[in-house]
């Protein structure tokens, strides 16, 4: 029998052998929750006998499930470690795999990810003549998303009081749509899994019965309709054991209701709470400006993280001119933290909203500092991604509309949107799938758009005869010569980039293949559709670039904490929302606890906003964490060397072909930008352009035209 006693500090013992009844764990930042989660699991496991199959272990992401049961496997015998650890969507997902065939769902049923759901929204649209100037389809989207996430929807109901224009009939024929191409979408997930039980009360006993302890990753984050789906699987006293920091709730804007943790013990009156407060990972300067900065919400259990690092490091202030004095100065300092020899892999810089980081990005490109954006687009909703697999999602099921319109087109093949429509239709009106229906199609295509449509269902032929999912992401991307497409129709960096993205693709498949015996090309497809941007990353060195929110989890040797100025951080929306400002100062107490050894914080006298230089003021939040005696940067910081030649540099370059730093112009393929720097001379003359649907590119002078 392990004794983890001496493993454990005491308030994670004290969490981790707490088993019976409920159980409240306020686990602050860096106090080693997943470490209380794990070792919980191990001691009911190998010290209480408790079978794997009786634990059901929550999360919020896939990584956080994958971490988990890593170190699982580490503490229990593998015999022992077949435990059901997953997101509230995978759960959910395979629990209305089993039983939804209660709620009429079709076996197999697939998943609408949220770029198909879009699409199908904005075709309901056109055809309801809805002018989508004044009534965006993204507006219907997220409204059917909100309320999917209500009790009303659980019952059964549709959204009558909704006054958007028409929602009730958007709604209705999205339902529909979603039935007649047997689909599910996100939201149903959990709503249908609710609606399961209370229709279903067999059904509920049996899951209670079988999870008999039942753990919660970032409670703090769970919205209504995750509370009622984890109150009706645990009941009023079971062994419900929920892990979270009412001080890191920064999800209120998309449904997370801090009441939950807030009342939990309301909720289960019997309930036990432990605090976490020992933190492994910051110096107690920076934990000295935390606890100061979140004492002053009101919203909250109350707790103060004590340091188990000893005295070191910094807190810095550095007031600053402008937006781009300030990356100017945060460059700099990084470029000095990488000549001493720092990872770039542990400096991250922080931001309260996305569209802060193109200053950072300049100057980091021109230092040629390598960097990463964090949360750009995921990679399962890249256009190449979706373009294999809107094949095997038709494959998978052929009732797809969605898949097919976007698979015949990928790449063009001469089927246009008459064609397609008209295959859908006939599909429909006869009943039948749409492969079949092009097979019949195919007797009257004359041309180069039966040239097209013929190898196009050879592919599917193919697939039949394929028994490995990797091997059939590779027959689609060698039948269409999708490498070659992209080649075709890329700048030579970009295919590049696209062609490793369908590369690792196949490289998911059989990693899939591995981890999932006897997994089906269904399995894997759901298993692409629960993927978030969270659960990414590649691995490379290089500076983290990115908003508060996408920090959260995370951690850094340096941290700067940017844009500390009343109105951008906090928000202006917030100053006169108590609950909002509460948001907002927790959203900051997650900034400064990523730090493990220096936060560098910096606020602008001015920043323009719309193309108007306004004046700022620095944030209040910096005045509550009470900065006085902890190292605060000077007024005036000279400026380094390779900065001033950067400078001179900048105002050196000469106009070239009629273009200059910080005019605008146009590019064939990405529109409109603006030019933030140039170098070089004559026709070879290197052009960095921030383009307003592209981002930050580097250009070849003679590709570029003034605006």
């Given at each position: 029998?392990?004794?983890?006693?001496?493993?454990?500090?005491?308030?994670?013992?004290?969490?981790?052998?707490?088993?019976?009844?409920?159980?409240?764990?306020?686990?602050?930042?860096?106090?080693?929750?997943?470490?209380?989660?794990?070792?919980?699991?191990?001691?009911?496991?190998?010290?209480?006998?408790?079978?794997?199959?009786?634990?059901?272990?929550?999360?919020?992401?896939?990584?956080?499930?994958?971490?988990?049961?890593?170190?699982?496997?580490?503490?229990?015998?593998?015999?022992?470690?077949?435990?059901?650890?997953?997101?509230?969507?995978?759960?959910?997902?395979?629990?209305?795999?089993?039983?939804?065939?209660?709620?009429?769902?079709?076996?197999?049923?697939?998943?609408?990810?949220?770029?198909?759901?879009?699409?199908?929204?904005?075709?309901?649209?056109?055809?309801?003549?809805?002018?989508?100037?004044?009534?965006?389809?993204?507006?219907?989207?997220?409204?059917?998303?909100?309320?999917?996430?209500?009790?009303?929807?659980?019952?059964?109901?549709?959204?009558?009081?909704?006054?958007?224009?028409?929602?009730?009939?958007?709604?209705?024929?999205?339902?529909?749509?979603?039935?007649?191409?047997?689909?599910?979408?996100?939201?149903?997930?959990?709503?249908?899994t609710i609606r399961l039980f209370r229709t279903n009360p067999e059904v509920l006993e049996y899951y209670k019965n079988m999870f008999r302890y039942i753990l919660v990753d970032e409670y703090q984050d769970t919205n209504d309709i995750q509370f009622l789906f984890l109150n009706m699987l645990s009941g009023d006293d079971a062994n419900i054991c929920v892990v979270?920091?009412?001080?890191?709730?920064?999800?209120?804007?998309?449904?997370?209701?801090?009441?939950?943790?807030?009342?939990?013990?309301?909720?289960?009156?019997?309930?036990?709470?432990?605090?976490?407060?020992?933190?492994?990972?910051?110096?107690?300067?920076?934990?000295?400006?935390?606890?100061?900065?979140?004492?002053?919400?009101?919203?909250?259990?109350?707790?103060?993280?004590?340091?188990?690092?000893?005295?070191?490091?910094?807190?810095?202030?550095?007031?600053?001119?402008?937006?781009?004095?300030?990356?100017?100065?945060?460059?700099?300092?990084?470029?000095?933290?990488?000549?001493?020899?720092?990872?770039?892999?542990?400096?991250?810089?922080?931001?309260?909203?996305?569209?802060?980081?193109?200053?950072?990005?300049?100057?980091?490109?021109?230092?040629?500092?390598?960097?990463?954006?964090?949360?750009?687009?995921?990679?399962?909703?890249?256009?190449?991604?979706?373009?294999?697999?809107?094949?095997?999602?038709?494959?998978?099921?052929?009732?797809?509309?969605?898949?097919?319109?976007?698979?015949?087109?990928?790449?063009?093949?001469?089927?246009?949107?008459?064609?397609?429509?008209?295959?859908?239709?006939?599909?429909?009106?006869?009943?039948?799938?749409?492969?079949?229906?092009?097979?019949?199609?195919?007797?009257?295509?004359?041309?180069?758009?039966?040239?097209?449509?013929?190898?196009?269902?050879?592919?599917?032929?193919?697939?039949?005869?394929?028994?490995?999912?990797?091997?059939?992401?590779?027959?689609?991307?060698?039948?269409?010569?999708?490498?070659?497409?992209?080649?075709?129709?890329?700048?030579?960096?970009?295919?590049?980039?696209?062609?490793?993205?369908?590369?690792?693709?196949?490289?998911?498949?059989?990693?899939?293949e591995m981890n999932v015996k006897d997994g089906t090309i269904s399995d894997f497809l759901a298993a692409t559709s629960l993927t978030t941007s969270v659960d990414e990353g590649d691995g490379t060195a290089a500076v983290k670039l990115m908003t508060i929110h996408s920090a959260k989890g995370l951690e850094f040797e340096n941290v700067f904490l940017t844009g500390?100025?009343?109105?951008?951080?906090?928000?202006?929306?917030?100053?006169?929302?108590?609950?909002?400002?509460?948001?907002?100062?927790?959203?900051?107490?997650?900034?400064?606890?990523?730090?493990?050894?220096?936060?560098?914080?910096?606020?602008?006298?001015?920043?323009?906003?719309?193309?108007?230089?306004?004046?700022?003021?620095?944030?209040?939040?910096?005045?509550?964490?009470?900065?006085?005696?902890?190292?605060?940067?000077?007024?005036?910081?000279?400026?380094?060397?390779?900065?001033?030649?950067?400078?001179?540099?900048?105002?050196?370059?000469?106009?070239?072909?009629?273009?200059?730093?910080?005019?605008?112009?146009?590019?064939?393929?990405?529109?409109?930008?603006?030019?933030?720097?140039?170098?070089?001379?004559?026709?070879?003359?290197?052009?960095?352009?921030?383009?307003?649907?592209?981002?930050?590119?580097?250009?070849?002078?003679?590709?570029?035209?003034?605006?």
């Amino acid at each position: 029998m392990p004794d983890y006693s001496k493993e454990l500090n005491q308030q994670q013992y004290e969490a981790v052998t707490k088993t019976e009844g409920p159980l409240l764990v306020l686990a602050g930042a860096g106090t080693g929750k997943t470490r209380v989660i794990t070792y919980r699991i191990a001691h009911l496991i190998n010290n209480l006998g408790v079978s794997a199959h009786n634990i059901l272990a929550v999360t919020f992401t896939n990584k956080a499930a994958g971490e988990m049961k890593e170190r699982i496997m580490k503490l229990v015998p593998r015999s022992q470690a077949d435990i059901w650890i997953g997101t509230f969507h995978s759960i959910c997902l395979r629990l209305l795999r089993r039983d939804g065939h209660l709620l009429g769902l079709g076996a197999g049923f697939g998943i609408l990810d949220q770029d198909d759901r879009l699409s199908v929204v904005r075709d309901i649209v056109k055809n309801l003549n809805i002018d989508v100037k004044k009534y965006p389809p993204k507006q219907y989207m997220w409204r059917i998303s909100n309320y999917k996430n209500t009790r009303a929807y659980v019952d059964g109901l549709n959204p009558g009081t909704d006054p958007f224009h028409m929602m009730d009939d958007v709604f209705k024929i999205y339902q529909q749509k979603l039935k007649e191409q047997n689909f599910i979408d996100f939201d149903d997930m959990l709503a249908l899994t609710i609606r399961l039980f209370r229709t279903n009360p067999e059904v509920l006993e049996y899951y209670k019965n079988m999870f008999r302890y039942i753990l919660v990753d970032e409670y703090q984050d769970t919205n209504d309709i995750q509370f009622l789906f984890l109150n009706m699987l645990s009941g009023d006293d079971a062994n419900i054991c929920v892990v979270g920091d009412d001080d890191q709730s920064i999800y209120g804007w998309r449904g997370a209701d801090i009441r939950n943790i807030l009342e939990f013990d309301s909720v289960y009156p019997s309930a036990k709470i432990v605090r976490l407060t020992e933190n492994y990972r910051s110096r107690p300067v920076i934990l000295t400006a935390a606890n100061q900065l979140i004492k002053n919400n009101s919203m909250r259990k109350g707790k103060d993280l004590q340091a188990f690092r000893e005295e070191g490091g910094m807190v810095q202030v550095m007031p600053v001119s402008n937006e781009t004095a300030e990356a100017e100065y945060v460059v700099g300092t990084i470029k000095n933290y990488l000549d001493e020899g720092v990872p770039a892999d542990e400096i991250a810089v922080l931001y309260r909203t996305n569209a802060q980081s193109r200053n950072f990005e300049v100057f980091l490109n021109r230092l040629n500092v390598s960097y990463k954006v964090i949360g750009g687009i995921s990679f399962y909703q890249r256009r190449e991604i979706k373009d294999i697999l809107s094949y095997l999602r038709l494959y998978d099921n052929p009732y797809d509309t969605v898949s097919f319109a976007r698979s015949v087109k990928a790449p063009p093949r001469g089927v246009g949107d008459t064609a397609v429509d008209s295959i859908t239709e006939y599909a429909s009106h006869e009943g039948i799938n749409l492969l079949e229906a092009s097979k019949r199609f195919l007797i009257q295509m004359r041309g180069a758009q039966r040239k097209g449509m013929e190898p196009y269902l050879a592919v599917f032929e193919e697939l039949t005869t394929t028994p490995k999912i990797s091997q059939m992401v590779k027959l689609v991307i060698d039948s269409i010569d999708y490498e070659g497409f992209i080649k075709r129709y890329e700048d030579e960096h970009e295919a590049e980039k696209r062609i490793d993205n369908i590369k690792e693709l196949y490289n998911a498949a059989v990693q899939f293949e591995m981890n999932v015996k006897d997994g089906t090309i269904s399995d894997f497809l759901a298993a692409t559709s629960l993927t978030t941007s969270v659960d990414e990353g590649d691995g490379t060195a290089a500076v983290k670039l990115m908003t508060i929110h996408s920090a959260k989890g995370l951690e850094f040797e340096n941290v700067f904490l940017t844009g500390l100025e009343n109105g951008l951080f906090p928000l202006q929306g917030s100053l006169d929302e108590p609950d909002q400002l509460e948001e907002e100062r927790r959203l900051c107490y997650v900034g400064v606890t990523r730090a493990k050894q220096n936060l560098h914080m910096s606020y602008a006298g001015t920043r323009m906003v719309y193309g108007k230089v306004n004046p700022q003021r620095r944030s209040g939040f910096i005045d509550e964490m009470g900065i006085v005696g902890m190292k605060a940067a000077p007024q005036k910081r000279p400026v380094p060397e390779y900065i001033k030649t950067e400078r001179k540099a900048a105002v050196a370059a000469k106009e070239i072909n009629g273009i200059k730093s910080g005019s605008k112009v146009m590019h064939e393929m990405f529109g409109e930008g603006m030019v933030v720097a140039i170098t070089g001379s004559g026709d070879t003359a290197n052009v960095d352009v921030f383009f307003k649907s592209g981002g930050l590119k580097k250009i070849r002078i003679g590709f570029l035209k003034p605006a």
